[in-house]
């Protein structure tokens, strides 16, 4: 059974930093584009940060550019986004999700067609 689950949510102050896990469970990650999207209340999905299956390139959207990095661990079939400086427009439910390759990761990303997706996991900056 192909299973995705995030971690690492939680309250953090303007300014605090917070890292998400993606575990994935019934198949390997390797193969995979994986993306990290949210949702804020009363607002459309956004595909925030995506990595290759291959060659490890990244895409980031403008708003956390700079901010957030994506990084994989193939080894614990994990991908992680650690997310610095964070900001009380970056609240929202993060989710990650796994797709083959079928096009850049940009392009990928910002279409949001994914296959297979977690739960999401709470991330509120507040003070």
């Known amino acids: 059974q192909v299973q995705l689950v995030e971690s690492g949510g939680g309250l953090v102050q303007p300014g605090g930093s917070l890292r998400l896990s993606c575990a994935a469970s019934g198949f390997t990650l390797d193969y995979y584009v994986i993306g990290w999207f949210r949702q804020a209340p009363g607002k459309g999905r956004e595909g925030v940060s995506c990595?290759?299956?291959?060659?490890?390139?990244?895409y980031y959207a403008d708003s956390v550019k700079g901010r957030f990095t994506i990084s994989r661990d193939n080894a614990k079939n994990t991908v992680y986004l650690q997310m610095n400086s964070l900001k009380p427009e970056d609240t929202a439910v993060y989710y990650c999700a796994a797709e083959p390759p079928l096009t850049t990761v940009q392009a990928m990303c910002v279409i949001g067609r994914f296959g297979s997706w977690g739960q999401g996991t709470q991330v509120t900056v507040s003070s």
């Open positions: 990595i290759s299956s291959s060659d490890g390139s990244t």
